[in-house]
């Protein structure tokens, strides 16, 4: 199974900590968006698509090469590391799901962790959750890899 991690990772690495412990599992290129052609992820059986959460949402270059990209009939996931819990109504990567699923894209999970967080507010504390992604977390995000690599060469 090809798989393309397109991954947005800009104040401490942790989601392209996570990134990468999946593309271990799924032997997956880990690239950002302005690394790959927009047209590349058509060559892929599945895409990952994952970024940091900011004010509750995915990074805008992550949303933006989304939306730039053509109509597709792939196999998809997404991800997202964040400082603060998701609200169970309202998940991180709800409107990644909702515009991928527009692109054609049919979306076999999600996966979200807590991560190292300075936004203003915790800047002033140092930070939240400083140890995360932790070993845990990264086992979780492997796991995770490997249920959609069971589940997709199970359907193919």
Known sequence: MKTLLVCTSVSHGNTRRVAQAMADVLDARVVAPQEVEVAAPAGYDLVGFGSGVFSQRMH???????????????????????????LPLAPFTRPLVRLLQTK?????????????????????????????????????????????????TTTA
């Open 60 to 86: 805008p270059d992550l949303l933006g090469f989304v939306r730039a990209l053509p109509a597709s009939s792939g196999l998809a996931f997404a991800f997202a590391t964040s400082g603060l819990p998701q």
């Open 104 to 152: 054609g894209f049919a979306v076999e999970d999600t996966f979200t962790c807590r991560a190292f967080d300075t936004w203003t507010p915790f800047k002033l504390i140092g930070g939240i959750n400083k140890q995360r992604p932790n070993e845990d977390d990264l086992t979780a995000a492997r796991a995770f890899a490997q249920a959609l690599k069971n589940h997709s």
